[in-house]
């Protein structure tokens, strides 16, 4: 299946994005990002970007607002999904690279955003695929929300630094580790490879590894470490963490 890739600007295209949240992570009515959130960005510098499979049914998109940080501009990409049909076609990666290159071509070579750190799939997406690194972490970031995915535990997040022009993503986007494979790392932080599972299963469980997690990560990042790589492997994830 072909897909097309291209800005959002009608409002009934924005529309479905409100939409595609809640089919996508299961949010409530408060928890969605408003149609007028949409309208606004493509007015204010940011953009948001739709896949539209062959018969023109919107089933992905990407939106980034303009930020400001340390005198620098960038964008802060506030979400990428695709519905579960259309997964595991390159959709994810399409949107990337299509949200990369409006930023270039706006003068701006660093995207950020936020994921959980227990989600293994957007972890590998994120760090190897993408070629993002990380080296924050934010406790409980918005507070309890009302979703499938989050199932009652803090929303904790780590922040995902994509630095545009780096060789790192450079190497990333042409299919190649972005991260030496035999180097040794300073250190690993490992996660199940399939959190869902335990929180609805064992949820206490679930809780104590994210505090595990949380104080790994945290502890590393207090060393100067950031995240470089991740590894899949099984029922386990790694994140392989170097000084910058």
């Not at 007015?43 to 607002?65: D, E, T």
């Not at 595990?212 to 995240?227: I, N, S, Y």
Request: charged share 25%; aromatic share 8%.
């Amino acid at each position: 299946m072909s897909y097309i890739i291209r800005p959002c600007e009608a409002r009934e295209e924005l529309a479905a994005c409100v939409a595609l949240q809640k089919e996508i992570w299961g949010y409530s009515d408060l928890e969605v990002y408003p149609l007028r959130l949409f309208v606004s960005l493509g007015k204010i510098g940011g953009h948001v970007l739709g896949a539209l499979a062959p018969r023109g049914k919107l089933v992905g998109f990407v939106a980034s607002m303009p930020a400001w940080r340390e005198g620098q501009r960038y964008y802060h990409s506030l979400s990428l999904g695709v519905l579960p049909a259309h997964e595991n076609r390159g959709l994810g990666r399409a949107l990337k690279l299509a949200q990369r290159k409006l930023a270039l071509r706006a003068g701006i070579d660093r995207i950020e955003w936020t994921f959980d750190p227990l989600r293994a799939k957007n972890a590998f997406f994120n760090i190897a695929r993408l070629g993002a690194i990380s080296r924050r972490y934010l406790v409980d970031y918005y507070g309890p929300v009302d979703s499938r995915l989050q199932q009652g535990l803090p929303s904790d997040r780590l922040v995902a630094e994509w630095r545009l022009k780096s060789s790192r993503v450079r190497r990333a986007l042409t299919g190649k580790p972005p991260r030496a494979v035999r180097r040794k790392p300073a250190a690993e932080v490992i996660i199940p490879s399939d959190i869902e599972s335990l929180k609805e299963s064992r949820p206490a469980e679930a809780g104590a590894v994210q505090a595990t997690v949380r104080g790994q990560l945290q502890e590393c990042f207090a060393r100067q470490l950031a995240v470089t790589g991740f590894a899949l492997e099984g029922a386990t994830g790694r994140y392989l963490l170097d000084p910058l």
